[in-house]
């Protein structure tokens, strides 16, 4: 692998922020193998023919190298010399070489009518890795598909590689828009190391032995500064810098048995056994400790999926059938049925919008002749302080609006009180009172119950 004693990184049309990587375009001067570990985002690289070219009839992008003033052969004759250097990379330096994993995107064809094309895309400068054993072959990116596919449903696997601790560290940020499969089915776990996968087991992250050098497929992230990123990838790199070249084990390899190997071989399988189990046991009780803090989200979060949720959930939690309606939300019990409008800022207190929402959806009610209900209004103003510290939460014309309609107005910290009250005594005369004083309340509930 590459040298751990002065390192040159270079980053083509990808955005890291560090003193000792350089940062080039694709077309840009610099040799891949000059360096010890090059990181390439190709997102944009068709741009470059998809700008200057317009598709057919067939939808394909095409270019005759005769007529295009040299477009054609100078955009193949990067491809290849970007090949060769990255080739030169893996091989004969022993580097590394990260790249973003995408879609192949927009192809281009190059050639002359009656004369077979050349075909580039997003990938076609990857070089050519050929691996063989007795049943399987693998053929990179010959047989590669990058098939598009999106989500944030990331599984990082148990691999050891170094690029493991850069997909945990940014595991949430993830946000993968291709996954990598073999046209072949070819089990990639003989020839690679899976890094990462989603949940129906498609490849997110790969890291492909090639000789001495190594070829790594890493998602894209979201919300991650260059710097935060640049440092946690070069910390990735010059950990597999002193790490040794993978190299699949052969079938009959465990006939040639050491004194002693067999004995260590069943302690870690025993011990692994033990991990597994403990995960299980870790995951289950995580699981337990999320269902259980859902309600906090409320005093912290924005937005539907944060504080509508959290909020509606300890709506259910007080004995309200709970079930969105729109931009609100409606609840019902044996006491009665509630609109209820809620709405989380950092602004110190909270507008006229949530309140309009909450009138419109009341009178429309009246107007198509539902059963009266009342109207609950949740605000969390100045939502990251401390909601003991928190200013008065809304503004006077929001509790002159809630007052004038009788509509009962509560921030987040009021409802959470409520909830605690719920979980503490769970009785049914404790419920019954905390439902009936949100349905009889007028303008603002001061009073929740003791925290």
């Excluded at 091989?91 to 064809?109: K, N, Q, S, T, V």
């Excluded at 090639?210 to 790594?216: F, H, K, S």
């Excluded at 046991?281 to 859902?294: D, M, P, S, Y």
Aim: hydrophobic content about 40%; proline content about 5%.
């Amino acid at each position: 692998m590459i040298s751990t004693m002065n390192e040159r990184y270079l980053a083509v049309d990808w955005l890291l922020d560090h003193a000792t990587i350089d940062r080039e375009g694709f077309f840009d001067r610099s040799s891949f193998s000059a360096f010890d570990a090059v990181f390439v985002d190709p997102t944009a690289l068709p741009r470059h023919w998809t700008d200057g070219t317009a598709p057919g009839s067939d939808g394909t992008r095409r270019t005759d190298p005769e007529r295009d003033r040299g477009f054609g052969r100078t955009m193949a004759g990067w491809m290849s010399k970007r090949r060769e250097e990255a080739d030169d990379l893996l091989r004969r330096r022993g580097g590394l070489l990260i790249c973003r994993l995408y879609p192949r995107g927009e192809a281009l064809e190059i050639g002359t009518p009656g004369v077979p094309a050349e075909r580039v895309d997003r990938y076609t400068w990857l070089p050519h890795v050929a691996l063989v054993d007795r049943q399987h072959q693998f053929a990179f990116p010959a047989n590669g598909r990058f098939v598009a596919r999106r989500g944030q449903d990331v599984i990082v696997e148990r691999s050891g590689s170094p690029f493991e601790e850069y997909l945990r560290t940014f595991e949430e940020r993830i946000s993968y828009s291709a996954v990598y499969q073999d046209l072949l089915s070819t089990p990639l776990e003989r020839f690679a190391t899976v890094l990462a996968r989603n949940r129906v087991g498609d490849a997110i992250a790969l890291e492909i032995p090639v000789d001495e050098g190594c070829l790594v497929l890493l998602p894209p992230l979201e919300g991650v500064s260059p710097s935060r990123e640049a440092d946690v990838l070069l910390e990735s790199v010059r950990s597999a810098a002193a790490r040794s070249a993978f190299v699949a084990e052969p079938d009959w390899l465990p006939a040639y048995a050491l004194p002693g190997e067999e004995a260590l071989a069943d302690e870690l399988a025993g011990l692994v056994e033990r991990r597994d189990t403990l995960q299980a046991k870790v995951e289950e009780i995580q699981g337990k400790l999320e269902e259980k803090t859902r309600f906090k989200r409320m005093l912290y979060g924005k937005g539907r999926v944060l504080f509508d949720r959290a909020a509606a959930d300890a709506f259910q939690e007080l004995g309200f059938e709970v079930e969105p309606r729109g931009e609100i939300w409606r609840v019902a019990c044996e006491e009665g049925n509630a609109l209820v409008a809620m709405e989380a800022s950092e602004d110190a207190r909270i507008g006229l919008s949530a309140y309009r929402r909450l009138h419109r959806e009341m009178d429309r009610a009246i107007t198509e002749g539902e059963d009266p209900m009342k109207g609950i209004l949740i605000v969390s103003g100045s939502r990251e302080l401390d909601p003991r510290r928190r200013p008065t939460q809304f503004s006077a014309e929001v509790l002159r609006g809630c007052e004038a309609h009788g509509y009962c107005l509560l921030s987040s910290y009021q409802l959470h009180k409520m909830l605690l009250r719920a979980l503490a005594e769970k009785s049914k005369k404790t419920l019954g009172g905390l439902r009936r004083l949100l349905l009889e309340t007028d303008g603002e509930l001061r009073e929740a119950g003791e925290a």
